[in-house]
């Protein structure tokens, strides 16, 4: 029985199905806090480290789940420190609650103690955001809160005054509009579909595609029969944005695998050459690899009408559940009896898989990323749960790491953060425990919350943190030289042994640096009974190269390496080794 508003609050998040919220303490957030102390046995805290974490672990638990994820910090900077990954949520499109606290409600604006008016500071992150301001209010505002992070898929905030937190719960202010228990815990996806005359005209547009290619993201993670049976029924091989990596098998033979400067080339080829494109739950952000203005019909499939036609020029724009309307639109389209577009795909794809085996099997020294990644991708539980930090950490794990079975992958998407990787996974671990759980990260994204290796110990949560450690910020590194011009600056990192970190932590510490140790490590870590880290020292100089590199990266290239990058030698022997391997 609530005995105060934070009770109210905490309840009312059970009713909602909430069990598990990320956070961090403080004064602020004292009454809320006692209130999850009495109601532990239903509802489960985590710890961390840092309050960016509790967000993007709320990001993460949200992404792998579908469900809700919930966070808590205090008053003032606990508050500010939640924003990053509330934005994550944000660009990613995730229903994330975020809990705060506040100074006294009769000294708000006053300059006291950590008075920071964060409900005005999280405006713009948040679809919801409202102060608590009393027992009767309490209710109302995690309904609204909840119910509009699902429907919009964002963010909602609530700052509770930390005072307000203790009062007892009691009808006495309750104003006469506000009617008791007038507020519902549920809310419902959308199930509308687009009238017939427009799916009819979407098929039309189909039909008369005869290089049909198909792009499916994140809100195509849950069709994928619906893909397939599109896929073989216009011949259109698929292109899958990173957060929908999962939407097919990446040894499916309708996939190209991923699009942009991690993708692949066989995906820049269809995109280059397609006369229809169907985008199906996709916000890619990057244009330049789409088709151009006039060059393909489109149709676009999408939950949100403000996103039709946010990328690219739009003939037809669908609004509703993809699955849904790939129901309604298979049975309309006629069936390509050539493929001779898919056929094409398919043997571009058998060219770029034995591509990327050559450099991932390589014996040389320094030690290659790839071969990281290509060796623990075979080592892999069939529902693995993976997630990638931000760097070239994401390319080396968008193209060795292989979707089958029942597995996810996420990672940072329009926002792009470093960090995420290893919060995830604790959304992840916490979301499904007794699967798999394994995170690849680059020493920097890594360093900036590596205090969260802890909550990984102090929480038995198994999850495997890949290091793929070159001591230099390489995504950055590489940007600077092939998108500029200009020398490498301000990225080189102050090593740091990550084995010995993670065993001062209380997980398992392993090193590897020679390709002949790699499988076996890896095998012996991905057994281990508990959380470990896995540094792989890696050539610093290794390429992330684009999948089809263009003149100008070519030329900006070559002007960073005449104006004085260092070890412009050996960059020039990776990539010329690549180059040879691509056609010997």
Same mark, same amino acid.
């Given at each position: 029985?609530?005995?105060?508003?934070?009770?109210?609050?905490?309840?009312?998040?059970?009713?909602?199905?909430?069990?598990?919220?990320?956070?961090?303490?403080?004064?602020?957030?004292?009454?809320?806090?006692?209130?999850?102390?009495?109601?532990?046995?239903?509802?489960?805290?985590?710890?961390?480290?840092?309050?960016?974490?509790?967000?993007?672990?709320?990001?993460?638990?949200?992404?792998?789940?579908?469900?809700?994820?919930?966070?808590?910090?205090?008053?003032?900077?606990?508050?500010?420190?939640?924003?990053?990954?509330?934005?994550?949520?944000?660009?990613?499109?995730?229903?994330?609650?975020?809990?705060?606290?506040?100074?006294?409600?009769?000294?708000?604006?006053?300059?006291?103690?950590?008075?920071?008016?964060?409900?005005?500071?999280?405006?713009?992150?948040?679809?919801?955001?409202?102060?608590?301001?009393?027992?009767?209010?309490?209710?109302?505002?995690?309904?609204?809160?909840?119910?509009?992070?699902?429907?919009?898929?964002?963010?909602?905030?609530?700052?509770?005054?930390?005072?307000?937190?203790?009062?007892?719960?009691?009808?006495?202010?309750?104003?006469?509009?506000?009617?008791?228990?007038?507020?519902?815990?549920?809310?419902?996806?959308?199930?509308?579909?687009?009238?017939?005359?427009?799916?009819?005209?979407?098929?039309?547009?189909?039909?008369?595609?005869?290089?049909?290619?198909?792009?499916?993201?994140?809100?195509?993670?849950?069709?994928?029969?619906?893909?397939?049976?599109?896929?073989?029924?216009?011949?259109?091989?698929?292109i899958k944005p990173l957060l929908g990596k999962?939407?097919?098998?990446?040894?499916?033979?309708?996939?190209?695998?991923?699009?942009?400067?991690?993708?692949?080339?066989?995906?820049?080829?269809?995109?280059?050459?397609?006369?229809?494109?169907?985008? !199906?739950?996709?916000?890619?952000?990057?244009?330049?690899?789409?088709?151009?203005?006039?060059?393909?019909?489109?149709?676009?499939?999408?939950?949100?009408?403000?996103?039709?036609?946010?990328?690219?020029?739009?003939?037809?724009?669908?609004?509703?559940d993809s699955k849904a309307i790939l129901t309604?639109?298979?049975?309309?389209?006629?069936? %390509?009896?050539?493929?001779?577009?898919?056929?094409?795909?398919?043997?571009?794809?058998?060219?770029? %898989?034995?591509?990327?085996?050559?450099?991932?099997?390589?014996?040389?020294?320094?030690?290659?990323?790839?071969?990281?990644?290509?060796?623990?991708?075979?080592?892999?539980?069939?529902?693995?749960?993976?997630?990638?930090?931000?760097?070239?950490?994401?390319?080396?794990?968008?193209?060795?790491?292989?979707?089958?079975?029942?597995?996810?992958?996420?990672?940072?998407?329009?926002?792009?953060?470093?960090?995420?990787?290893?919060?995830?996974?604790?959304?992840?671990?916490?979301?499904?425990?007794?699967?798999?759980?394994?995170?690849?990260?680059?020493?920097?994204?890594?360093?900036?919350?590596?205090?969260?290796?802890?909550?990984?110990?102090?929480?038995?949560?198994?999850?495997?943190?890949?290091?793929?450690?070159?001591?230099?910020?390489?995504?950055?590194?590489?940007?600077?030289?092939?998108?500029?011009?200009?020398?490498?600056?301000?990225?080189?990192?102050?090593?740091?042994?990550?084995?010995?970190?993670?065993?001062?932590?209380?997980?398992?510490?392993?090193?590897?640096?020679?390709?002949?140790?790699?499988?076996?490590?890896?095998?012996?870590?991905?057994?281990?009974?508990?959380?470990?880290?896995?540094?792989?020292?890696?050539?610093? %100089?290794?390429?992330?190269?684009?999948?089809?590199?263009?003149?100008?990266?070519?030329?900006?290239?070559?002007?960073?390496?005449?104006?004085?990058?260092?070890?412009?030698?050996?960059? !020039?022997?990776?990539?010329?080794?690549?180059?040879?391997?691509?056609?010997?």
């Open positions: 029985m609530a005995q105060q508003v934070s009770d109210l609050i905490v309840e009312r998040l059970l009713e909602w199905g909430v069990d598990t919220i990320f956070g961090f303490p403080g004064d602020g957030v004292d009454g809320f806090f006692e209130s999850l102390r009495t109601h532990k046995d239903k509802l489960r805290f985590i710890q961390v480290r840092h309050e960016e974490a509790a967000a993007f672990a709320a990001v993460g638990y949200a992404k792998y789940s579908g469900r809700i994820g919930v966070c808590v910090a205090t008053s003032g900077p606990g508050g500010i420190h939640l924003l990053n990954g509330l934005y994550d949520a944000k660009c990613d499109g995730q229903p994330v609650l975020a809990i705060t606290g506040h100074t006294f409600h009769d000294l708000i604006g006053m300059d006291y103690q950590q008075d920071v008016d964060l409900d005005k500071l999280f405006m713009d992150v948040s679809v919801f955001n409202e102060r608590v301001m009393g027992p009767t209010h309490a209710v109302n505002c995690v309904d609204a809160a909840i119910r509009t992070a699902y429907a919009r898929r964002g963010v909602s905030h609530i700052t509770i005054p930390k005072d307000i937190q203790e009062w007892p719960v009691s009808d006495k202010h309750r104003s006469g509009g506000n009617v008791p228990q007038h507020s519902g815990d549920w809310s419902a996806p959308s199930s509308a579909h687009p009238n017939s005359a427009l799916i009819r005209k979407a098929a039309d547009i189909i039909n008369a595609g005869s290089k049909v290619a198909i792009l499916a993201g994140r809100g195509a993670l849950h069709c994928r029969e619906e893909v397939s049976q599109l896929a073989e029924l216009v011949g259109g091989p698929v999962a939407v097919l098998p990446d040894r499916s033979p309708y996939t190209t695998g991923g699009i942009g400067l991690l993708g692949t080339a066989p995906s820049i080829d269809v995109m280059d050459e397609c006369d229809t494109l169907i985008m !199906i739950g996709t916000s890619f952000p990057y244009m330049e690899f789409l088709p151009k203005p006039g060059q393909a019909k489109c149709v676009q499939i999408e939950i949100d009408a403000a996103r039709v036609g946010l990328r690219h020029q739009v003939d037809i724009g669908l609004v509703g309604d639109l298979l049975p309309l389209l006629k069936e %390509n009896k050539g493929k001779k577009f898919l056929k094409t795909a398919q043997e571009n794809m058998k060219s770029w %898989n034995k591509l990327m085996e050559e450099r991932g099997t390589r014996t040389s020294m320094p030690l290659k990323p790839q071969v990281v990644t290509h060796t623990l991708n075979k080592l892999l539980d069939d529902d693995a749960i993976v997630s990638s930090d931000s760097g070239t950490i994401a390319t080396w794990t968008a193209r060795y790491i292989e979707m089958r079975g029942t597995m996810k992958f996420s990672l940072s998407g329009s926002l792009a953060t470093m960090a995420n990787g290893l919060p995830y996974s604790i959304g992840a671990a916490a979301a499904f425990p007794g699967r798999q759980v394994v995170c690849v990260v680059g020493d920097g994204g890594l360093t900036m919350l590596m205090g969260e290796l802890a909550t990984l110990v102090k929480y038995k949560f198994p999850v495997k943190v890949i290091v793929i450690k070159n001591n230099v910020l390489g995504q950055i590194k590489w940007e600077q030289m092939i998108l500029e011009g200009n020398p490498e600056y301000g990225v080189e990192l102050q090593p740091i042994d990550f084995a010995k970190v993670a065993e001062a932590c209380g997980a398992a510490g392993y090193t590897i640096e020679r390709p002949e140790d790699v499988e076996r490590i890896l095998i012996e870590a991905l057994r281990h009974d508990g959380p470990a880290v896995i540094q792989a020292v890696v050539d610093p %100089n290794e390429p992330p190269m684009p999948g089809k590199a263009t003149t100008k990266q070519a030329i900006k290239f070559a002007e960073s390496i005449l104006r004085g990058q260092k070890h412009g030698m050996s960059i !020039i022997k990776d990539i010329a080794e690549d180059k040879i391997r691509e056609v010997i």
